[in-house]
């Protein structure tokens, strides 16, 4: 690694020296502190960005290694997930995209199939392993005409939950649309009908019971981000 890389990770990391004559506890600007994290949380964004390889696969498991059962998480309970009429379901698309046609679940399904078996990572510190298959999240983009150029791929929630990737995430190849959980559709709390998995970032990054995807270059943020999660978090 050359020496602006080793620094580049090291900033990424926290690990810079302390920034002489700052004092983050001074009463006439309280919000300092607050300021210099979400200045730092946004330039790792970028180290992030500029070190992630689309190449490089995360790892996958067998399936005797996957976590039975499956963890649920969200910001409600289990029994308030949305419930999506699967015959009346489309995914609206937005933004730079060529062919925004809604698309239903038996459309979805009729592009090829990809299966996998990943780990899955929240930020609140618990991971598991699962088998997710569906559309790889490149291929369908490709597919509706989607502009490739753009910045970021933004998705929208049946419970209000959103979120958005970059573009080159968005690209990789295990990042997928997935329908289908242990080989049988996902159920409503682990993101019927729709979800995305996408085993290069956290958790929140895999957004379920999607109804809407969008390609844009301005920001969109994120449900977490937007209350100061770090926005790529992810590798
Ligand atoms: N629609 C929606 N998607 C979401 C969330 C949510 O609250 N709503 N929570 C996120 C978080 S923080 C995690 S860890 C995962 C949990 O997915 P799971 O229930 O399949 O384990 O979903 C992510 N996607
Ligand atoms: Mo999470």
Redesign the pocket.
């Known amino acids: 690694m050359n020496r602006r890389a080793l620094l580049l990770r090291a900033a990424a990391f926290g690990l810079l020296p302390d920034l002489a004559g700052c004092n983050f506890d001074d009463p006439e600007h309280p919000d300092l502190a607050d300021r210099f994290l979400h200045a730092m949380s946004t330039w790792n964004d970028r180290v992030q960005a500029a070190l992630f390889d689309p190449n490089t696969l995360a790892p996958t498991f067998r399936p005797d290694q996957i976590t039975r059962p499956?963890?649920?998480?969200?910001?409600?309970p289990?029994s308030q997930a949305?419930v999506v009429d699967e015959a009346t379901y489309r995914l609206a698309l937005g933004g730079q995209i060529q062919d925004k046609t809604p698309w239903s679940l038996a459309q979805l399904r009729a592009l090829p199939q990809k299966s996998q078996i990943t780990r899955?990572i929240?930020?609140?510190g618990w991971r598991?392993i699962?088998q997710w298959s569906g559309v790889r999240l490149g291929l369908f983009l490709k597919h509706i005409g989607a502009d490739l150029r753009c910045r970021y791929v933004s998705f929208r929630?049946?419970?209000?939950?959103y979120?958005s990737i970059d573009m080159p995430s968005a690209l990789h190849p295990q990042t997928i649309l997935a329908l289908d959980f242990l080989g049988a559709p996902l159920t409503p709390?682990?993101?019927a009908p729709v979800?995305l998995r996408i085993p290069t970032k956290?958790?929140?990054?895999?957004?379920?019971?999607?109804v809407q995807l969008a390609v844009t270059n301005i920001y969109p943020g994120g449900?977490?981000a937007d209350q100061g999660y770090n926005w790529f978090s992810g590798s």
């Open positions: 499956p963890r649920f998480n969200a910001f409600y289990a949305p899955f929240c930020v609140e598991v699962g929630c049946a419970d209000g939950y979120t709390p682990f993101g979800r956290l958790g929140f990054k895999n957004p379920k019971s999607i449900y977490w």
